[in-house]
């Protein structure tokens, strides 16, 4: 007998899920595809063990049911799933940004002899699709659940077991307050990221200069406004009265700034700089949190001609993962350094050892 895992929404974090549990023991893992395109990318990439274009048979006789379409989208498949014959005992979950709508939703719908207990690994980057799905994506973060009252514990501890395959640390929380802090400390910066990359491509509109400058810094600070916009319009439009709130405040702030600088007032920007240097000095520095820290590795460049390639290829050559690079000095006839990204921490390691033994000279 083994344990059925469906996946509904074979993405990101869909793909990412279906990898912790593929392999495992007593485990098999099945992705619902609408396209026969993906059913069959989703096998041939070995995310999951079998696809299907068809929701019953992905749902029927499965022990756990994911969701992990747009938070546009669980209502609708909660829904279909309500009117299916599901197997006694079934636990369905999702893992939308959001929580309160969809776990009102299952309360209403109130599938008989079937739990539903909402979850978000709050761990993700700014790409999505299987492509770019990986089996460490949750090592070491955080991961909501948000049973509603009356779920049996029994339930609630056979999932929070089975999400040990993805080495996250399970957090239990009310839906409303999970989307109170998450749509401060995620949904806002990915709002404030956009109209910062906005307001600056207004100005290089009309001064090609401004992109040319905004390297590095710029790039590194806004990386969350490449977030996929099908993704984010769902998440905001969703938490839309928690964010109109919390814009308030953000306004307040920005209103601060203006007051300082009209006022010509240095020891409040230096108060303001003091307070949030003492605040964040004081986050936990080493566990991943929403907005995910690259790693990074400076190397001398000689000469920069195939030096990307040659680079890319030995790290690639030891299954080492790079997520980015970039030459600081952008003149292609002086040494310059770049700068070598990585979302895992391994792998920043295991490309300092590799890059040093290979003569390059490695800054960290
Ligand atoms: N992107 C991130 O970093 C994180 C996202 N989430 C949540 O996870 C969920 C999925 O997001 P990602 O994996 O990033 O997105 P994604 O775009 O990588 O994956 C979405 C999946 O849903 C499927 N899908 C999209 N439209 C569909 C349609 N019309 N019919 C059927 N299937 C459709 C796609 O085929 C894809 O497999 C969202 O609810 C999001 O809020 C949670 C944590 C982190
Ligand atoms: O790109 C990043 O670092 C993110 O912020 C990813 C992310 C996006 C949505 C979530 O609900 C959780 C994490």
Known sequence: MTTKIAIFGVGLIGGSLALCFKG??????????????????????????????????????????FLCVPVGMLEG???????????????????GSTKASIAACAVSLDIPGVFFIGGHPMAGSERSGVEAASSLLFENAYYVLTPPPGV?????????????????????????????IVGAISHLPHIIA?????????????????????AGGFRDITRIASSDPII?????????LVMLRLLKDWKTEVSSFVSLLENEDGVGIQKAFDEANNFRSQLPERRK?????????????????????RIATELGDQGINLSNVQIIESREDVPGIMRLSFRQERDMELAKVLLQHNDYTVYV
């Open 24 to 65: 495992k023991e007593g485990l098999t893992v099945v992705g619902h595809a609408h396209r026969p395109e993906s059913a069959i990318k989703y096998v041939s990439r070995g995310v999951v063990d079998h696809a299907t274009l068809s929701v019953e048979e992905a749902a029927l006789d499965a022990d756990y049911i």
């Open 77 to 95: 498949y909660l829904q279909q799933l309500s009117r299916l014959p599901l197997k006694p005992g079934c636990i369905i979950t999702d893992v």
């Open 152 to 180: 049996p514990e029994a339930a609630y501890h056979a999932l929070e077991s089975l999400l040990l395959h993805t080495r996250a640390q399970i957090v239990r929380l009310d839906p409303e307050r999970h989307d109170e």
């Open 194 to 214: 956009v109209a910062l990359v906005n307001q600056i491509r207004a100005y290089d509109d009309t001064d090609s200069l401004y992109s040319t400058l905004a």
């Open 232 to 240: 984010w319009r769902d998440i905001l439009l969703n938490n839309r």
């Open 289 to 309: 949190g929403m907005i995910a820290p690259l790693f990074d590795l400076h190397i001398d460049v000689p000469d920069h001609p195939g030096i990307i390639g």
